[in-house]
């Protein structure tokens, strides 16, 4: 397939993908896009995006609360017999399933000038002519390799699953529910619609299991009919030595997925990628793709450490035993952690409260 001259070309066209689009066009830049697939495409995806994703997502002129979806107030963990809530500290954030998201960003790219090509398969960088070159296409990129860029300095995976069941959301927040080896998270994505979400090192889970080992969920969604395919994909801890390189007179650079991951229990997936097009879109209007390396380090930095922190709960039962009931007697330590996992707080505030947070669970 021939691709019109460009002075940036995405490779991928998902969410993160047309983000990097939207953003690269809002610089006034020649934006092409290519997809093997069509919209909307689906994916095994958590579906919530955090408060300041909608705000990175409203600085790419979409205005998330104006497709159909649902507002979050916030988070609770359900485990060890207790439940701790916390609310997000400025705004909300929402959840949407992501063929809604999809399509919704695939219309704005287009409104706003990105030569958009689907059903179109790239298959070496000489069909390319631009100057810049985004790998968008997910955790197995084929542009990470053509560059050369698949060297990791950390690659921890898991596996996820996510379905849909129709039934009116019981809580607007979202609920993730901890137990021994897994989470499942509630997130609900309309007046009518839940998504279910399963993270687990065992690619041997299913729903049905999982459901048995927790009554509560189980009761809440009982009777509420499976509307949608459920969907698997892995989720990934993982770190590049580099996120940008060159190829012929070509600077290729990596977005979301293919350039790293933090596991899903973040929950940051969609917010990462967001604020990684908005840096993205500033080094190539400056041609300094080492402005975006330096970019993409900082904004990975928080993300990946609360994933941390959670997955070194979901790997010690023995501290997650401590930890929730901890977090449901004093909320105001959970308020601060979630704080700071949504870019409201400080690094300096999340030492102190993980401190406040060690000094309870030692005295209680």
Known sequence: MTFP??????????????????????????????????PPIDKSCGEGVLPDGVAAAARLGIDLAA????????????????????????????????????????????????????????????DIEARWIIGADGMA??????????????????????????RTPWSDHVDIHWADGYQVYITPVGPEEVGVAL???????RFPETLARLPALAANLAGAPKISTERGALTASRCLRGVTGRKGSATVALIGDASGSVDAISGEGLCLGFHQALALADAIERENPERYEIAHRRLSRRPRLMADLMLTMDQR???????????????????RLLATHV????????????????????TA
């Open 343 to 362: 870019g409201a707080g400080f690094p300096a505030g999340l030492a102190a409260a993980c401190l406040a947070l060690g000094w309870r669970i030692l």
């Open 5 to 38: 001259p460009s002075d940036v070309f995405v490779i991928g066209g998902g969410p993160i993908g047309l983000a990097a689009a939207i953003a690269a066009r809002r610089k006034g830049l020649r934006v092409t896009v290519a997809d093997a697939l069509e």
């Open 199 to 205: 993270l687990t090192r065992d690619p041997k889970l």
């Open 67 to 126: 497709i159909p979806s649902f507002s979050l107030r916030g988070i609770r963990f359900h485990g060890e017999d207790v439940m701790a809530s916390a609310d997000f500290p400025e705004r909300p954030g929402r959840g949407i399933r992501r063929t809604m998201l999809h399509r919704a960003l695939a219309d704005h790219a287009e409104r706003s000038g990105v030569h958009l090509c689907w059903r179109a398969t790239v298959n070496r960088f000489d």
């Open 317 to 335: 039962p023995q501290l997650r035993r401590r930890v929730l009931p901890a977090l449901a007697a004093h909320p105001e330590l959970f308020a």
């Open 141 to 166: 990129s084929r542009v990470r390799a053509w560059a050369g860029l698949d060297r990791f300095r950390r690659d921890s995976r898991r596996y996820g699953f996510r379905a849909h069941f129709q």
